[in-house]
């Protein structure tokens, strides 16, 4: 009995050993060097606080000019007509509508980081999901331009929406551009619902930290008196939660809508039933592209290494290879469906794309789409910033060309040899599209100067210190062996 209550108590006493994971499975922190939350907070806000740096002066000055191009090129083309665009006949759609596509293409990352990855609770989209969901709404104002002014006459927009007036005047629901309307305007609203309702909080952090009555007064204003209470939480993450279920559905839907407007056609290269998932997978791509554009030079400017992590990059880098290999795969069917279906005249298309006179724009398209974002592969190249930054650049090169490939090429030679003709556009086409950058840039600068570009209140929530289970969330936390930035 003695040497069993010994036994007893030795097993009481004895410490309880946990078995620890390899350090190979072991979780990289989201946060890197273990940073406090007052640390990511004065960072975030040092941004807005701070004043105004040169190189943004000097990219703003830019980004006007071109935006002044931009009013320019479309009060001539309003006032002129729509002639003075390359547009003729076969080819009656143009720059105009390749631009719509690919901007469209690039607002899709910012809706898919925050409500599909919110949905599936990927936390590494916290550090990024801001300046995508920004990013989403300037690029599909730029979209939204060209549908508008390539109407011709412009002061017949009104037409296009459902507003009941004396002449009985109705949209034509049978027509896929009316369509694009509708699926256009509700992504946009709803993403700006969206990038609004997780702006909140961090209003609100500025508008307590702001030093003058004019930012108190305006942070104030769109903080919505946001007090950080309990019932304003579980309000804000019911809504929140609401606004992504809302947002989820047309990640897939708008893109969807855009390629009908082809698909529903019966001119060779458009008319297949691939479009709707091939072009939201090459949305995706190119959405994810930008992201990478605007998200690498951004953290090596502000520091933001800490918050922005080369686990980030690589993630995307990771998604940016999926979808390539998608839309990989796509090109690949399409060749596939045209040789199967026997058609002369989708034969003679697609031999078109790859060996007529517009292959200086399929080869670009099979480079940057298929073959280079296989780098990827790799994890040494996915760490290489400068060659991801590359990368993300030409993948939107690729995706233009492929809109454009896949727009202007198929109408420059339909059915008729006759009406064949070469596309070239004019330098009001150029003017305009050149003038969009202008527009998105000079948007984009303006809210990393006046708005957190990083969602304070989200990332503070993957730091792991936030775990209430475990202080260090499952993941070791590097020592500082130096004060970085």
């Not at 069993?4 to 009481?12: C, F, G, N, P, R």
């Not at 303006?446 to 993941?475: C, W, Y």
């Amino acid at each position: 009995m003695a040497a069993s209550a010994e036994t007893t108590l030795d097993l009481v006493e004895a410490p309880i050993r946990v078995p620890q994971p390899p350090a190979e499975l072991e979780r990289t922190p989201l946060v890197a060097n273990g940073r406090s939350f007052g640390w990511l907070s004065n960072r975030v806000a040092s941004l807005i606080e701070n004043k105004a740096p040169g190189w943004w002066w000097v990219l703003f000055s830019i980004s006007l000019l071109g935006l002044g191009l931009l009013i320019f090129c479309m009060s001539y083309q309003i006032s002129t007509g729509v002639g003075v665009w390359g547009d003729m006949r076969p080819a009656m759609w143009g720059w105009g509508i390749v631009n719509f596509v690919w901007w469209i293409g690039i607002g899709h990352a910012g809706t898919l980081i925050s409500a599909i990855l919110f949905l599936l609770r990927q936390r590494w989209r916290t550090a990024i999901n801001r300046a995508a969901e920004a990013m989403t709404i300037f690029a599909v104002m730029c979209a939204g331009i060209y549908p508008l002014i390539h109407v011709g006459r412009v002061w017949y927009d009104w037409w296009l929406f459902p507003i009941p007036n004396a002449n009985s005047i109705w949209p034509q629901f049978r027509s896929p551009l009316m369509w694009d309307v509708f699926a256009v305007s509700t992504y946009f609203t709803v993403s700006v619902l969206f990038w609004y309702m997780g702006l909140i909080p961090d209003l609100a952090v500025m508008r307590d930290r702001s030093k003058t009555k004019a930012r108190q007064f305006l942070y104030g204003l769109f903080a919505l008196g946001w007090t950080g209470s309990n019932r304003a939480w579980s309000n804000y993450e019911k809504a929140y939660l609401l606004l992504a279920g809302l947002s989820t559905p047309l990640v897939l839907s708008v893109h969807s809508t855009v390629s009908l407007d082809f698909s529903v056609s019966q001119v060779s290269g458009w008319h297949t039933t691939i479009f709707p998932p091939y072009f939201v997978a090459g949305a995706i791509f190119s959405g994810f592209g930008m992201v990478l554009t605007l998200v690498i030079p951004l953290r090596s400017i502000f520091k933001l290494q800490d918050i922005i992590t080369i686990k980030h990059i690589e993630t995307m880098c990771k998604v940016t290879l999926a979808t390539g290999s998608m839309v990989g795969y796509a090109y690949m069917m399409e060749f596939f469906i045209c040789w199967y279906s026997g058609d002369p005249n989708e034969a003679f298309h697609f031999s078109n794309r790859a060996l007529g006179p517009y292959q200086w724009a399929w080869i670009p398209m099979i480079l940057c789409n298929v073959l280079i974002p296989q780098l990827f592969w790799f994890k040494k190249l996915r760490r290489n910033l400068v060659l991801v930054f590359i990368v993300s650049i030409l993948v939107n090169v690729g995706m233009w060309c492929e809109r454009f490939v896949i727009i202007v090429v198929s109408l420059t030679r339909e059915f008729l040899p006759s009406s064949w003709h070469y596309f070239r556009p004019t330098w009001v086409d150029i003017g305009t599209y050149a003038g969009t950058f202008g527009l998105f840039f000079t948007c984009f600068l303006l809210f990393i100067r006046f708005l957190p570009m990083i969602a304070v209140s989200e990332i503070k929530g993957v730091t792991p210190q936030a775990d209430p289970h475990n202080p260090l969330g499952g993941a070791k936390v590097p020592q500082f062996v130096h004060e970085e930035h």
